[in-house]
Nanobody, 115 residues
Framework: QVQLVESGGGLVQPGGSLRLSCAAS????????MGWYRQPPGKQRELVAD???????NYVDSVKGRFTISRDNAKNTVYLQMNTLKPEDTAVYYC?????????WGQGTQVTVSS
């Protein structure tokens, strides 16, 4: 059984930074693709960024140059460093762990960008 626990969300002013963390239980972390999705109020959920077991990354265009995804396989943890935050980044952010035939979701953490 895999559990994902996110932390690091909160309220931040425009232009500020936050670092999200997601700790995973289980033994499949190191071989799985880790990702961050978000769901803004009243909108559909979208993929923000993901990172393969080998460290290859992918970002949605709206966060390129501002967000950085990374992983620490020794700690079973994935991070999302978010810089130069904008009000439109306000959303619930979800961590995911995926592989062939499986995908797990965390419970989500709220990020609010507002002055």
């Amino acid at each position: 059984q895999v559990q994902l626990v996110e932390s690091g969300g909160g309220l931040v002013q425009p232009g500020g930074s936050l670092r999200l963390s997601c700790a995973a239980s289980g033994s499949i972390f190191s071989t799985s693709v880790m990702g961050w999705y978000r769901q803004p109020p009243g909108k559909q959920r979208e993929l923000v960024a993901d990172i393969t077991s080998g460290g290859s990354t992918n970002y949605v265009d709206s966060v390129k140059g501002r967000f950085t995804i990374s992983r620490d396989n020794a700690k079973n943890t994935v991070y999302l460093q978010m810089n130069t935050l904008k009000p439109e980044d306000t959303a619930v952010y979800y961590c995911t762990l995926a592989g062939l035939g499986y995908m797990y979701w965390g419970q989500g953490t709220q990020v609010t960008v507002s002055s």
